[in-house]
Nanobody, 129 residues
Framework: QVHLVESGGGSVQAGSSLRLSCVAS????????VGWFRQAPGKERELLAA????????YYEDSVKGRFTVSRDNDKNTVYLQMKSLKPEDTAVYYC??????????????????????WGQGTLVTVSS
């Protein structure tokens, strides 16, 4: 099993960019699809983006298309979330999660019994206006 650690969060002004990193331990990272989620205060956790094991195919939630980019480097056991044109409504705790099945990530917030195998501890992003 892998262990995930997010980093790169912080406090920024609206319009800024940030790059989050999700670093995995373990030699089997390339066997996992990885997704980025966020949870704002008082709101449900939402899926933002996900990448398949090879990184050659990705998924984006409509609200972040064109602003967020997910990528992965399996040699470095790392998945990135590049965020640009940040808005105050992007303020949230950002999590990465991994599962052998890509579809599990896609339905993680909509199907009660679908929970990714591994979650990171989260990193806080605060965007001020």
């Amino acid at each position: 099993q892998v262990h995930l650690v997010e980093s790169g969060g912080g406090s920024v002004q609206a319009g800024s960019s940030l790059r989050l990193s999700c670093v995995a331990s373990g030699r089997t990272f390339s066997r996992y699809a990885v997704g980025w989620f966020r949870q704002a205060p008082g709101k449900e956790r939402e899926l933002l983006a996900a990448t398949i094991k090879s990184g050659s195919s990705t998924y984006y939630e409509d609200s972040v298309k064109g602003r967020f980019t997910v990528s992965r480097d399996n040699d470095k056991n790392t998945v990135y979330l590049q965020m640009k044109s940040l808005k105050p409504e992007d303020t949230a705790v950002y999590y990465c999660a991994a599962d052998p099945k890509f579809d599990t990530l896609l339905v993680a917030t909509t199907e009660k019994d679908s929970d990714p195998e591994v979650w990171g501890q989260g990193t806080l992003v605060t965007v001020s206006s």
